[in-house]
C-alpha cells in the first residue's frame, strides 16, 4: 500500500508485517512504550496516572471514610465507558449495582471553558502590570495546558444517562453467586472466588483476551465497588474477619491481576481500608494493584471548617504507581494534590493555598500609627514636623 | 562500542563486574512501593551481555560468541508479566526474544499459570494442584531439569526469581516456599557454575513476608535492599538502593530510572 512522505510525495513504501495492536474505540497508545492507554473518566486524574490507564492493569482507590467520592470515581470510570461504548462489568455487594448505573453521568457536548478564559485575558490588557502581559498562565489543574490531546470526557453530573441510552450499553452486574456459579481459586471465603469465576467466564465469552479475534476489538471496564467491606463477609468462614480478609484479598487482586494481563480490560477496584484494622492488609492490597490512589475527604473532619482549604473537597494521595512494562515510571509534577467537584466537573489539582486578602482598605502603615498611640513621645499626632 | 552502560553503573556498585562471581546466591528485597524488576533486569543483561562482552575483550576478541562460553537465564517472573521483563531489558538494550531463539533465556511465567488455572484450558497442569495453588515440588522439578538442560549446552546457567513472596500470596504455605528455596540452594552444589537470584517483596507489617525476607537474606551472599524515598516521589530520585555482602563493600546509594539506563549516584550528590 503507497503511503505519503512528509512534503506530500508518494512513495512505494511498505511497512513490513500487520500492526499488532488492534486499533480500540476511546483508547491511545503510550509514546513511550506503545502500551494502550484508556481514559478514567476525569481528565486531571489521566495526567496525574501519566496520560491514562494502561489497559491489563488495576487502578486500587482506597475509599474516604464515607464513600462518597470513591463511589464517584467508579460512576466517572463507568460513564466514560459507556460514552465510547466499551463494555462494562460492575461488582458490588454493598449497593444495588443497578441502582448506580442508573445514576451515570452523561458527558458535556462541548468544553469551552478554558479557552474563553485565555481570550478574556488577551481582550483586557494590564496597564499597570504590562511587564506581566505576555507571561504564561499558571496552570493549576494537572494536564490542562494540553487540553486539546485530552483522552476522555467532562461529565455533567446534573443529567443522567436515560433508560434508553441505558440499554443500549453492554453491562454485566454482579452483586452475589448465582445457583450454577463455582468458585474458582480456592479462597478462603468462596465468594471471592464466585466473583473471580464469574469475571474469567465474562473475558472468555466476550473473546477479550489478547490472542482472541473477534470482528471488533474493545475494552472491558470492570468496576468492582468496596472489595473486602464488611458485606463480603460469609458465615462459613472460621476465621476472624481481618484474617480471612488478610489472605483472601492480596489473593484475589493476584488473580484478578493475572486475568487482566491476558487481556484488553482494565479494573478500578475500591477498597474501604480504613476499616481494616490490621495495616497489613492496605500494604498488601496496594502491592498486589498496578497503582493506587486514596481519597482523603474533608466532610466531618476538622479541614472542613478550615479557610485553608475552602476551595477543596479532599485531598488525593498517590500511594503507587508501578512500572507496566517500562523502566522508568511517571512521576505528577506534584503530590500536593486536592480535589474539588463542581456541578459540571470532578477537577484534581495542585493544592494551592488561598491568597491573603486584608479586609481593611487603609495602608498597613496608617494600621500602625493608629494603633500605637502609647508609643509616641508626642501627644500632639497632628504636627507635621511628627515622624 | 558493543559494551553499553545502560546498566553498568549498578552492574558496578554491586561488584558483579569482579572475576568470580558465578556461583554465588542474591537476594534482592524491595520495600514499601518500591519495584526491584529493574535490578532483575540489570541481572541478566550482566550475564547475557556485560559478562560475555568483558571476556571476550580481555581474550582480544572484537564480538562476544554467544556459544558454550555464555551464561544461559531462566527467568522465574511471580509479579510481573514476562512481557514487562522482555520491555524492560529492551530499553536497556537487550532482546530476550532473540537470545531465547538461541537457547540462552528461558521464562517460567506464574502470572500465566494462575491465569491457565482459573480457565477450563489447564495448559500447565501439572504445576497446578487439584485446589488451584501452585504445586512447589513440580515447579521445583520443571525448574531443575531446564536448568539442567541448558546446563549442558552453556558454560554457565543462572536462575533469576521474581518476588518469591508472591507464591505465598497465591496460597502455598510458607513453610513449603522455606523448602523450595532449601532446595534452590542445593542446586548451586549440584550444578556447577550457576548463580541463584531471589528477589522478595518485604511488608514490615506482615509477619510472612518479614520472615521470608530476613530468610533469604540470611542464606545469601549478597542482598541488595530496594525502597523508595521516605519522603515520597521525586523526579530527580527514583529510590534508595543499599548493598550488603561479604566480598563487596557495603554501601548506600540513591538510583534514578531513565528511559533507557540506571543512574547511580551516593546521596545526596549528583549522577557520576
Known amino acids: 500500500m503507497a503511503s505519503l512522505t512528509s512534503e506530500g510525495n508518494i512513495t512505494s513504501f511498505q511497512k513490513k508485517g500487520r500492526n499488532r495492536i488492534p486499533y480500540i474505540q476511546g483508547t491511545r497508545q503510550s509514546v513511550q512504550n506503545a502500551q494502550i492507554l484508556a481514559s478514567s473518566g476525569v481528565p486531571s486524574l489521566d495526567h496525574v496516572l501519566g496520560n491514562g490507564l494502561p489497559v491489563g492493569t488495576i487502578l486500587l482507590i ?203 480490560a482494565l479494573a478500578m477496584v475500591t477498597v474501604p481500608c480504613h476499616l481494616f484494622q490490621d495495616p497489613a492488609i492496605q500494604r498488601l492490597c496496594e502491592y498486589q494493584s498496578d497503582m493506587a490512589l486514596k481519597f482523603e475527604s474533608f466532610a466531618g473532619s476538622s479541614y472542613e471548617t478550615n479557610p485553608v482549604f475552602k476551595e477543596y473537597h479532599g485531598l488525593l494521595h498517590v500511594r503507587k504507581l508501578g512500572p507496566i512494562n517500562t523502566l522508568a515510571t511517571p512521576v505528577p509534577e506534584s503530590l500536593d494534590l486536592a480535589f474539588k467537584l463542581r456541578r459540571r466537573k470532578f477537577v484534581i489539582e495542585k493544592l494551592h493555598l488561598p491568597p491573603e486578602l486584608q479586609e481593611s ?9 493608629s494603633g500605637n498611640k502609647s508609643f509616641s513621645c508626642s501627644s500632639n499626632q497632628s504636627s507635621k514636623l511628627d515622624f | 562500542m558493543l559494551y553499553s552502560k545502560m546498566a553498568a553503573a549498578l552492574i558496578a556498585a554491586l561488584g558483579l563486574d ?30 547475557l551481555v556485560g559478562r560475555p562482552a568483558r571476556e571476550s575483550r580481555a ?31 529492551l530499553k536497556l538494550g537487550l532482546n530476550l526474544t532473540s537470545l531465547s531463539q538461541k537457547g540462552l533465556f528461558e521464562e517460567l511465567d506464574l502470572m500465566k499459570v494462575i491465569s491457565e488455572s482459573l480457565s477450563a484450558k489447564k495448559l500447565s497442569a501439572e504445576l497446578v494442584d487439584e485446589q488451584g495453588t501452585i504445586a512447589v515440588k513440580n515447579l521445583f522439578l520443571s525448574v531443575r531439569n531446564k536448568l539442567m538442560k541448558m546446563r549442558e549446552n552453556f558454560k554457565s546457567v543462572c536462575l533469576i526469581i521474581g518476588n518469591i513472596n508472591d507464591i505465598v500470596t497465591s496460597g502455598v ?78 554501601g548506600t546509594y540513591h538510583y534514578r530510572l531513565m528511559d533507557r539506563q540506571v543512574k547511580m549516584f551516593s546521596p545526596g550528590s549528583s549522577s557520576v
Open chain 1, 361 to 369: 482598605a487603609q495602608r498597613e502603615q496608617d494600621d500602625i500609627l
Open chain 1, 62 to 264: 482506597e475509599e474516604d471514610v464515607f464513600g462518597t467520592f470513591a463511589k464517584l470515581m467508579l460512576k466517572y470510570f463507568l460513564a466514560e465507558g459507556a460514552a465510547c461504548d466499551h463494555p462494562l462489568f460492575l461488582a458490588s455487594r454493598d449497593i444495588v449495582p443497578k441502582s448506580l448505573m442508573k445514576d451515570l453521568p452523561l458527558p458535556i457536548k462541548s468544553d469551552s471553558g478554558s479557552g474563553s478564559s485565555q481570550g478574556a485575558k488577551v481582550e483586557d490588557p494590564m496597564t499597570i502590570a504590562w511587564r506581566y502581559q505576555n507571561m504564561r498562565q499558571v496552570q493549576s489543574a494537572p494536564g490542562s495546558s494540553n487540553s486539546g490531546t485530552q483522552l476522555g470526557h467532562n461529565f455533567d453530573l446534573t443529567q443522567t444517562i436515560s433508560p434508553e441510552d441505558l440499554d443500549s450499553c453492554d453491562f454485566t452486574l454482579w452483586s452475589g453467586p448465582e445457583e450454577n456459579d463455582l468458585p474458582v481459586g480456592g479462597f478462603i471465603n468462596p465468594d471471592y472466588g464466585f466473583l473471580l469465576s464469574r469475571i474469567q467466564k465474562h473475558l472468555l465469552d466476550g473473546q477479550f483476551g489478547v490472542q482472541d479475534e473477534p470482528s471488533k476489538h474493545s475494552i472491558l471496564r470492570l468496576a468492582i465497588h468496596s472489595l473486602g467491606s464488611p458485606l463480603w463477609v460469609n458465615s462459613s468462614c472460621g476465621q476472624s474477619l481481618d484474617a480471612t480478609i488478610k489472605k483472601d484479598l492480596p489473593r484475589f487482586l493476584l488473580c484478578l491481576r493475572s486475568l487482566l494481563r491476558e487481556s484488553y
Open chain 2, 59 to 89: 581474550n582480544g576478541l572484537l564480538l562476544p560468541r554467544t556459544s558454550e562460553s555464555s551464561t544461559a537465564v531462566l527467568l522465574l517472573s511471580c509479579h510481573h508479566s514476562s512481557a514487562h521483563y522482555r520491555n524492560q531489558t
Open chain 2, 173 to 250: 504455605s510458607l513453610e513449603h516456599v522455606f523448602i523450595f528455596i532449601n532446595y534452590l540452594q542445593g542446586l548451586l552444589s549440584e550444578i556447577s557454575n550457576m548463580s541463584l537470584v531471589i528477589s522478595s517483596h518485604v511488608t514490615d507489617e506482615d509477619e510472612n513476608e518479614r520472615l521470608l525476607g530476613t530468610f533469604i537474606k540470611n542464606s545469601s551472599d549478597l542482598t541488595v535492599l530496594v525502597s523508595g524515598l521516605q519522603t515520597g516521589l521525586s523526579k530527580d530520585v527514583s529510590g534508595c538502593l543499599s548493598v550488603l555482602g561479604q566480598s563487596v563493600p557495603s
Open chain 2, 18 to 47: 569482579q572475576p568470580n562471581v558465578q556461583s554465588s546466591s542474591f537476594a534482592v528485597l524491595e520495600r514499601g512501593n518500591a519495584d526491584s524488576s529493574f535490578v532483575l533486569s540489570c541481572f541478566m543483561w550482566e550475564c
